[in-house]
């Protein structure tokens, strides 16, 4: 990419070539319900993305994944713990430090519609950034465009457009090139494929591939499909009414869940050589009913009330989510009293 200015911000010197781009360390937010009360839509989730990686977040709507990824982009503020940027506390930043550091920590949302300016022209829209931190002279930011629009698979012609001439697919593309302008160590992908035909996602989820290639950089993935969760993370997390309930490395995730919620998601997606029938009859033996209520959250494991193997210690007492142990691989963790119980009576429900 073309040569760029670095801002007067203080880099994250300190930080070894090891560590991770990303730390939550008991993340919580909350935020006003109604009838003054007050709900925790993300309740004490520590987790840790690594230089080059994607981390996908699963989860029924309204589980907490986008809420907490606007935690992670200080655009909601943390109730209780901490969100450590390349070795920066977010919440002990001003607005003026944030605001710089943010060139590092960028974000495609789900609608690029929504996202772009729909005034301006799209060389302009890539290159917002820089013009905003004083990065880059207009020639410099010209050329950035031109090269950018390439990288995304897009002719440069298209720089003196505006978004309403272009496609949902070559939109997303737009967003792409934007949020990598200012060289970014994170990006955030909020459902950045579901509102894009399937032909469309794969060129999306290959571009993002490659990109993640070429520069090294991190994505925190939230997404509904399952399929494209598996095909572009290294990392899975699952999320349930505001807790993480597992997390794996991908493919271990869906050979071997061991959460009865995560074996349900998975059974919801069986491939096609399973019935339809026999899907929907497993998702519903493993999920019934519908996801709880945040104001009304249940008292011991948040899974209680759905799960066919709780028991009075799981009404009454909260999982901790720990590494399991025995013959799955290093990094799975898993908050659920009888895993192992879990594993072995439903070891048939596993992506193929």
């Known amino acids: 990419m073309s040569t760029i200015r670095e801002p007067d911000v203080a880099a994250p ?74 070795g920066q506390d977010l919440g002990g930043i001003d607005a003026a430090d944030l605001r710089r550091l943010r060139r590092r920590l960028q974000v495609v949302f789900q609608d690029p519609r929504a996202s772009l300016d729909p005034k301006m022209r799209l060389g302009d829209l890539i290159t917002e950034s820089l013009k905003l931190h004083g990065l880059a002279d207009r020639r410099e ?21 505006r978004p309403a001439q272009l496609s949902g697919g070559q939109q997303q593309r737009i967003a792409l090139a934007r949020a990598l302008a200012s060289k970014p160590r994170l990006v955030v992908l909020d459902e950045p494929v579901s509102a894009l035909d399937v032909s469309v996602q794969a060129q999306v989820i290959n571009l993002l591939q490659s990109l993640q290639e070429n520069h090294g950089i991190a994505y925190l993935f939230i997404a509904h499909n399952l399929a494209v969760v598996r095909h572009l993370s290294h990392r899975v997390a699952v999320m349930y009414l505001g807790k993480l309930v597992e997390v794996a490395p991908a493919h271990n995730l869906f050979a071997n869940p061991v959460h009865p919620y995560t074996k349900a998601l998975i059974a919801s997606v069986l491939p096609p050589q399973e019935a339809a029938r026999q899907r929907l009859e497993t998702a519903r ?18 899974y209680s009330t759905r799960c066919p193997f709780a028991d009075q210690r799981c009404r009454t007492e909260e999982p901790r989510l720990a590494p399991i142990e025995g013959g799955h691989s290093e990094g799975h963790l898993v908050a659920c009293h009888h895993w192992r119980r879990v594993a072995d009576s439903l070891g048939e429900v596993r992506a193929r």
Request: proline share 8%.
């Open 141 to 161: 930011r010209r050329a950035v465009a031109v090269e950018l629009l390439g990288e995304v698979g897009l002719d440069p012609a298209l720089a003196a457009r």
């Open 285 to 302: 033996r493993l999920a019934p009913g519908e996801v709880p209520s945040l104001t009304d959250i249940p008292s011991g494991c948040r």
């Open 13 to 86: 010197s300190a930080q070894p070539a090891n560590a991770p781009v990303l730390t939550l360390e008991n993340l919580t937010v909350r935020y006003a319900g109604p009838s003054d009360t007050e709900i925790t839509a993300v309740d004490g989730v520590s987790l840790k993305i690594w230089p080059g990686e994607t981390v996908g977040l699963v989860g029924e709507s309204g589980c907490g994944k986008s809420t907490l990824a606007r935690a992670v982009l200080r655009l909601q503020p943390a109730a209780e713990g901490r969100v450590v940027f390349e």
